[in-house]
Nanobody, 124 residues
């Protein structure tokens, strides 16, 4: 049974930082590209960042580029999202997702597995 479990969310002031983690089990982690998405209340789930299965390439949404960094540790079956310079617009539930491809995608429907999400709230 595949499980993706996110952690590290919380409440932070604008300008602060958080580091999200996603622990994967039940799959050959190194065979999957990984992605982070987020969903704010009343809005559709949106792409945030993705990383190749090898960890050699990353891609970011324009809204987070330069502030967020995705990374992975294939030895520990984990993927991280370092979020800096947070703004209230970053408030959302953050989800990690896995797709069995060389590279990730920005499309929600193309991912095979999803975590339950972790809440990130940024106060002004």
């Amino acid at each position: 049974q595949v499980q993706l479990v996110e952690s590290g969310g919380g409440l932070v002031q604008a300008g602060g930082s958080l580091r999200l983690s996603c622990a994967a089990s039940g799959l050959t982690f190194s065979s999957y590209a990984m992605g982070w998405f987020r969903q704010a209340p009343g809005k559709e789930r949106e792409f945030v960042a993705t990383i190749r299965k090898s960890g050699g390439g990353t891609y970011y949404a324009t809204s987070v580029k330069g502030r967020f960094t995705i990374s992975r540790d294939n030895a520990k079956n984990t993927v991280h999202l370092q979020m800096n310079s947070l703004t209230p617009e970053d408030t959302a539930v953050y989800y990690c997702a896995a797709v069995r491809w060389l590279i990730g995608t920005t499309k929600v429907d193309e991912y095979d597995y999803w975590g339950q999400g972790t809440q990130v709230t940024v106060s002004s």
